[in-house]
């Protein structure tokens, strides 16, 4: 949360993607004629990469996309808006959280259809992971996100480590 070294620490608000839409049309449906789970997971990922490119200053790779909740469908004439904004940013690597609500074409009113935190790592030109700079979040919400993202990255290395742990115990 503190500048580090020379590094300037980040306010939430430099990076985020706020209020982007997207139209839903007939090929985004599927035999419900609710929209495919795939394809908002999909633009998710786009937006929380603005996000995370942004706040690193440069290139970010999506390292691992967890806790997605669909929470309600989106349906044939929707519009998508999509919120995404750093949590938190460790030595390499950053949590984004999205939030998508849905409306319908014309206005009218949100209705939250999904949320989920993608882990973003920040590489050079050869792939190589790079540093990324602190994350200074500011209102009361910024600072829940941030406190929530350090109990989920812990959550995500115990859960690495355990299954590690159990595929080395594995038979061939």
């Known amino acids: 949360m503190q500048d580090i070294g020379d590094v300037p620490a980040k306010p939430v608000s430099h990076s985020a993607v706020r209020?982007?839409?997207?139209?839903?049309f007939p090929n985004d449906l599927n035999a419900n004629d609710t929209v495919f789970g795939g394809q908002i997971?999909?633009?998710?990922?786009?937006?929380?990469?603005?996000?995370?490119?942004?706040?690193?200053?440069?290139?970010?790779?999506?390292?691992s996309v967890?806790?997605?909740?669909?929470?309600?469908?989106?349906?044939?004439?929707?519009?998508?808006?999509?919120?995404?904004?750093?949590?938190?940013?460790?030595t390499t690597s950053m949590e984004v959280g999205?939030?998508?609500?849905?409306?319908?074409?014309?206005g009218g009113e949100r209705r939250h259809i999904l949320s989920?935190?993608?882990?973003?790592?920040?590489?050079?030109?050869d792939g190589k992971p790079v540093p990324v700079p602190p994350l200074k979040p500011e209102s009361a919400a910024e600072k829940h996100r941030f406190e929530e993202a350090q109990?989920?990255?812990?959550?995500?290395?115990?859960?690495?480590?355990?299954?590690?742990?159990?595929?080395?115990?594995?038979?061939?």
């Open 116 to 125: 989920a935190y993608l882990t973003f790592v920040a590489v050079d030109a």
């Open 41 to 63: 997971m999909a633009l998710m990922d786009r937006f929380a990469a603005v996000a995370a490119d942004r706040h690193a200053g440069g290139v970010c790779v999506t390292a």
């Open 98 to 106: 999205c939030k998508v609500e849905a409306e319908r074409a014309g």
């Open 151 to 172: 109990l989920r990255r812990e959550l995500r290395l115990r859960h690495a480590e355990e299954m590690k742990r159990l595929r080395a115990g594995r038979q061939p």
């Open 19 to 24: 209020e982007q839409v997207y139209m839903v």
């Open 66 to 90: 967890d806790a997605v909740h669909f929470i309600a469908p989106a349906k044939r004439g929707d519009v998508l808006i999509f919120n995404c904004s750093v949590n938190r940013a460790w």
